[in-house]
Structure formats: C-alpha cells, structure tokens
C-alpha cells in the first residue's frame, strides 16, 4: 500500500489560490490541511516489528541472539541475565561456564554496551511497562496464540497490540522452567536492594511477571536469573 504527499493548490475563494497538503493512501485523500497552518514536516522511518499501545512503539516480538529479534510473536526467543550480553536457549541445558558469568557491580541500569536490543530499539523503562498495565487504556487477557500461551496486550483506542509469551524462566544451567505457565520479562529500573538470608547481598531489579490466573504485574527478581527480552523504541 502506498502513502503520498501531495502538495496542490486549493481555491481558498473564487479570486485566489492557497497551497494544501493532501495525504492520500492507495489513491484516496486521507487528509490535508494547508501550508500556512504548518511550521515543519518531519519524516520518521517506522521500525520494523513495532506497533504503538498507550503512546509507546513496543517490539511485536521478543529479542532472540543479541541484536536480532525471534522468528515469530510466538518465539521465546532467548533468556538474558542482568547486564549480560548472552543470550541462553529457551530449550535445553545451558552451557555451565556461560551461565556462571556474573553481573557487573555498580549499574542500576541496563549498559548500552550490554544490551541486546537490535538497533533503534532498547529495554522498557518502568514507566513505560506501567502503561502497557494500564487497564484503563490497554486490555490485557491470557491466550493461546496459534497453539502458545502467552497474553495480549490490546490497546483499547487503536485495537494496536501485543502478545507476550509465556516463555518462563532460567534459575541455572539446567534450562527454562515454568515454560507455558508464566511470563517474566526484564524491565531498565532497579526495585531495590534486599539482603536476603544468604551468604552475600542479592541485588534484585524490576521484571514485568504475568501467569494464566491473575493481572500482569511488576515485581522484582534476582538478577542472576534469566528472563525474557521485550524492547520498545528508542
């Protein structure tokens, strides 16, 4: 399908002539307005893979080896640790000396340098993950998408949306668990610290967490686990 912009004259009366802007798709006016009501035209490359819901562009599908996004919205694509650049198979035991790579100390957020979000896209903030929660604007309901459970975020307003699958979690180079039953995505905020009754200090971050039986949520989870991987655009 194709987007043009035109610009005509348009009689503004019988005696004179006024420039207009006329958007048209597939040959028919979308709009226009004339040029005297416009100080600027930007145009903006659209990413691939990305739709907007409550005024963010999020990712259609989940990020696989670093800087490549999965095959499909149904792929889990690949788990990622805090702040490592590695991507672990969704399927599968887990290389023991990759899994045992640690966390750099001192970030409270996502390096670029670590991140494995192909370009234009990086990891959602807080803020952004609250409003893709926001059962106000956005409609979220678990489903089987072409056979994969997972939920769907709907933008209420534009009918836009999203499906997250359910793709689980990683505590340790045995592989995923909890495949089908919960999702648990990264989010770019730290939660808190917490000293837990272990023999050192675990840092938790913040993740977006749902299931089949109650609302998506964020919470927060040690960080040497491994989550999926959502971005939405720079």
């Known amino acids: ?62 990020v696989d080896a670093p800087g490549v996004f999965a095959n499909s919205p149904e792929d889990p694509g690949k788990f990622y640790k805090w702040n490592i650049r590695i991507g672990y198979p969704a399927t599968g035991s887990i290389n023991k000396e990759n899994w045992q790579i640690k966390s750099p100390d001192g970030f409270d957020s996502w390096q670029k340098i670590f991140d494995p979000s192909p370009e234009g896209w990086r990891l959602p903030s807080l ?58 995505y990264w989010i770019d905020d730290t939660k808190r610290t917490i000293l837990l009754p272990f023999p050192t200090t675990v840092f938790y971050r913040y993740q977006l967490f749902f299931n089949s039986y109650s609302a998506p949520s964020t919470t927060s989870y040690r960080k040497e686990y491994g989550y999926s991987f959502r971005c939405v655009a720079e």
């Open 1 to 62: 399908m194709a987007i043009a912009a035109i610009v005509v004259a348009t009689a503004a009366t019988a005696q004179e002539l006024e420039p207009a802007l006329i958007i048209m798709k597939d040959g028919a006016v979308t709009s226009q307005t004339f040029l005297t009501d416009i100080d600027s035209i930007v145009f903006k490359p659209v990413l691939p893979y990305g739709v907007m819901i409550n005024n963010v562009i999020w990712a259609t599908r989940n």
């Open 127 to 184: 803020y952004e993950v609250e409003s893709l929660l926001d059962d106000r604007k956005v409609k979220s309901e678990w489903i089987f998408q072409n056979g994969v459970p997972g939920r769907k975020f709907t933008d209420i307003a534009t009918g836009n949306n999203i499906f997250l699958p359910a793709a689980g979690i990683i505590h340790d180079e045995k592989g995923s668990r909890e495949v089908g039953i919960s999702g648990n």
